[in-house]
């Protein structure tokens, strides 16, 4: 079928490497982030979350970092393992909370 | 953990067919989505729904239907499949809760390819 959007950038680590993924948000009201992770042929897998009031948690091997002051959103994966090849979307909820907004995306290669 | 389950998982229809995606859930949330996506590109929304009869069209404008007869169910239909509509179908709930916002569970995606 006829694509739609644009294609997603590519980051390409070396196995053990630190990866940093960012991505920059739209609306300043937004009051919660999520990250995802989509491997090949699957649906977005849940990695961590973040609220507004907080600018940075951290989880296993994975930090988010907000910046509200530029409306930037990062996900650091320590370690990068082949395993973590897949495309990765940061998300804002604002509003209702009826709905997220995903970002663009990013590809993410582990190179062994 | 998520339960949220999408039949088929892939499918091959031809043109003119009329197709229904299943979707459901299991978490008794009120809110569902689906998205469209392409291989490699971003997610769009293309339906969404704030509990039963209630049904909204989402960002991407989409020839396909829903309905939100029951809580856990929400099916997406194409009444004339055209190649266009060749893509991944993913549906997805999610319930606002005040200590972890509205998180986002997602099926595993629904591949169709119209010939």
């Known amino acids: 079928g006829e694509s739609v959007g644009l294609h997603l950038p590519t980051l390409s680590v070396q196995e053990g490497d630190n990866s940093i993924i960012n991505c920059a948000y739209s609306n300043s009201a937004s009051d919660y982030f999520i990250w995802y992770k989509q491997e090949s042929g699957k649906g977005p897998q849940f990695i961590i979350d973040?609220?507004?009031?907080?600018d940075k948690r951290q989880g296993q091997r994975v930090t988010v970092l907000l910046n509200k002051t530029v409306k930037h959103l990062s996900l650091q994966i320590a370690a990068t393992q082949p395993g973590d090849s897949a495309v990765y979307f940061c998300?804002?909820?604002f509003g209702d909370g009826n709905k997220l907004v995903f970002g663009a995306g990013t590809i993410l290669r582990v190179k062994s | 953990e998520a339960d949220i389950y999408q039949t088929p998982r892939y499918l091959v229809i031809g043109t003119g067919k009329k197709i229904t995606l299943e979707c459901s859930q299991t978490?008794?949330?009120?809110?569902m989505y689906w998205y469209q996506q392409d291989p490699g590109m971003e997610l769009h929304l293309i339906h969404y729904s704030y509990g039963v009869n209630s049904t909204e069209k989402g960002d991407l404008s989409s020839e396909s239907t829903v309905s939100r007869i029951r809580t856990e169910h929400f099916p997406l239909t194409l009444e004339s499949a055209r190649p266009s509509h060749t893509s991944q179908y993913l549906c997805?709930?999610?319930?606002?809760?005040?200590?972890?916002?509205?998180?986002?569970?997602f099926g595993e995606g629904s591949w169709l390819t119209v010939v």
């Open positions: 998300a804002e909820n």
């Open positions: 997805a709930s999610s319930e606002w809760r005040q200590s972890s916002g509205n998180t986002i569970y």
């Open positions: 973040i609220r507004s009031n907080m």
């Open positions: 978490m008794g949330h009120d809110k």
